[in-house]
């Protein structure tokens, strides 16, 4: 049986509703659905990453972005990986790449 963080589902339900995504009822179908694609997700980038033979720790564009970095101008994506898009909670797909933390630098550099 899977366990999840009942916690951080009802968390994420109640952020998606302040914002005015929708009613309560799907913000809380939608975070099920986000807890649910995770491993998934985070399996395909595993794999993914080891397909590619990269050792570094990467990130998306945006996850750099969140952590203080910048991707350089003009680097190629080292790999890129479908992952479901768990937000919108229909389940579709979208393809993401991933950068190296060689390809980045610290905003304020």
Known sequence: ???YNLSEIMHKAWKLYR???AAFGEC???AWNSAKAEP???QRIEKAQQTA??????NTWAGWKAAGYEVLHGTQALFQVVL???SKGDG???RASFFGASQVKPLNA
């Open 1 to 3: 049986m899977k366990k």
């Open 19 to 21: 914002k005015g995504v």
């Open 28 to 30: 809380l179908h939608r």
């Open 40 to 42: 998934i997700n985070a």
């Open 53 to 58: 033979g990269v050792a570094e720790p990467v």
């Open 84 to 86: 479901i898009h768990s």
């Open 92 to 94: 579709k797909t979208y």
